[in-house]
């Protein structure tokens, strides 16, 4: 009797669920989100076993609405209402009433590959082995998760970079994929956890072990422990299409005000060297006019000498003829010639002397050849004196312009260096952005009604590994009859409806 009163809702619902739906359904709803969630069932090893789909659409309008969802599934169950929807096409067609909002749920399996590959490998004291091999057995237990992101495009990304060069770059895209791995570990069965980064959490015996990866593509988690009679709880991989947030952190400003510095910087030392150049170029210019007065002073000293020589010679004569005159004078000094030639003869050799050793001639001063030759003498040594000095400024100037050069350069490779480090940034922010684009473009697995809005998660999951299960063989055990794949089909699903409506 029991029986028979828990058939009639299953016969009713069923009576209900395969009634076919009459009237006119053409209208499209105002609004519709389509949110699926990929529910995976995988080995052991990572393989996939089965995939179910449960998809949960969100109506707004009013009235009889038509929804064309797309996607290929097997075994399509409505599981939350009576509509039946009709399949053409690669289209699942969804005809219905709507009073302003209203929600259908179903599910279906589907072969499709998953956009994140899983490989599992196990070891137990080093050597590689099957999980059921494991079970019950006592030592070290490794566990390595590989995951593969299987959504990479090579694509061409355009960005500006520094002062808004237009740069490109070729890249293999690939689409995150924020991963979730958790297990349970229980802690009466494993000690000396090594699980690198993994949040943990303790709940009564039992430690939640979960790593937040992004693969790009790849990605491995390994976790290490000590285990006595092991059993491998189940390994759960949540997939979420996005980039984990992350804090911005105001370094791109910091860099270019430092760039900009370093350009006004570089810049002067620029034109500080070009102005030490051109000093130093001056200053050579003053030292080679200053060996040309030099030498040319050399040559004023060289026929001051000559003229000293013949004015000495040219006394010594004159003095001759001054004692010849004054003894003719003095002979006949009744001559008058005789005197006049004497007071001639006795000018010249004053003249003469004056002009040899200095004095005043017609009242004024007059510098004699021999101090003239003084005074060459010692404007050459100071002309000597000045190009030395033009010289050594000239080579400081230099050695100053050097070390500006050197400055200057390495100031210029610390600006290329920023420069160079800023594109990168730039180019990191472009890849970014296209990824986070790419990412929020990924909102369906099968595909979605038009115009709607998606999204997509996907939850998977390993079985139980227990000790006495034999190779190959799942935690829970096939049963043959009809009836009981039944219930096992009904359990199965009752499940995930009671995951996924815990879920959102």
């Known amino acids: 009797m029991k029986v028979i009163k828990k058939a009639i809702p299953v016969l009713t619902a069923s009576i209900i669920f395969l009634t ?43 009235g009889n609405v038509t929804v064309k969802d797309i996607g290929q599934l097997n075994n399509l169950k409505n599981v939350s209402g009576t509509e039946k929807p009709s399949i053409q096409d690669g289209q699942i067609i969804w005809n219905t009433q709507v009073n302003g909002e209203k929600s259908i749920y179903y599910s279906g399996e589907t072969n499709q590959q998953l956009p994140v590959d899983v490989s599992i490998s196990y070891y137990l004291d080093g050597q590689k082995m099957d999980a059921a091999s494991i079970a019950g057995k006592n030592g070290t237990v490794k566990i390595e998760v590989k995951l593969k992101n299987l959504l990479k495009q090579n694509k061409t990304i355009t960005y500006q970079g520094y002062n808004g060069a237009k740069q490109s770059v070729k890249t293999d895209l690939v689409t995150p994929m924020l991963s979730l791995v958790s297990i349970n570990i229980p802690s009466d069965h494993f000690t000396d956890m090594k699980l690198g980064d993994a949040i943990t959490v303790m709940t009564g015996k039992q430690l939640n072990a979960t790593w937040m990866v992004v693969p790009n593509p790849e990605e491995t988690i390994t976790l290490e422990m000590k285990g006595t009679d092991i059993e491998f709880e189940p390994i759960t991989i949540t997939l979420i299409p996005k980039l984990p947030s992350v804090p911005e952190v105001p370094v791109k400003g910091q860099l270019e005000q430092l760039t900009s510095g370093v350009q006004q910087i570089s810049t002067a030392l620029e034109q500080f060297g070009n102005g030490a150049t051109q000093l130093a170029n001056g200053h050579r210019q003053l030292k080679n006019g200053l060996n040309g007065l030099s030498q040319g002073i050399d040559q004023l000293i060289q026929v001051n000498q000559a003229q000293t020589a013949l004015l000495k010679q040219s006394l010594d004569t004159n003095q001759q003829i001054l004692a010849i005159a004054q003894q003719l004078a003095a002979q006949k000094p009744e001559d008058q010639s005789l005197q006049m030639l004497l007071q001639a003869v006795q000018g010249e050799q004053q003249m003469l002397t004056v002009l040899a050793n200095g004095g005043m001639l017609q009242g004024q001063p007059f510098p004699g050849l021999n101090t003239m030759n003084e005074g060459l003498n010692q404007s050459r040594a100071g002309a000597d004196q000045l190009a030395t000095g033009a010289d050594q400024l000239e080579k400081g100037i230099l050695n100053f312009g050097t070390g500006i050069t050197k400055l200057s350069g390495g100031v210029a490779e610390m600006k290329n260096g920023l420069i160079t480090g800023l594109d990168k940034l730039y180019e990191g922010e472009a890849i970014l952005d296209q990824s986070i684009a790419a990412a929020e473009q990924y909102n369906t697995f099968l595909g979605k009604p038009e115009g709607a809005n998606g999204e997509v998660r996907f939850i998977l999951k390993t079985d139980a590994i227990k000790k006495g299960q034999t190779k190959g063989s799942p935690e829970q055990k096939t049963i043959g009859t009809t009836e009981n794949k039944k219930v096992e089909s009904t359990s199965f699903f009752d499940k995930i409806i009671k995951f996924f409506t815990n879920l959102f």
Request: aromatic content about 6%; hydrophobic content about 35%; overall charge negative.
């Open 20 to 62: 076919p739906v009459t009237g006119t359904f053409a209208a499209s709803p105002t609004d519709v989100t389509d949110r699926e969630t990929v529910y995976s069932l995988l080995n052991p090893d990572g393989t996939v076993k089965k995939s179910i789909v449960v998809d949960w659409l969100q109506l707004k309008g009013n």
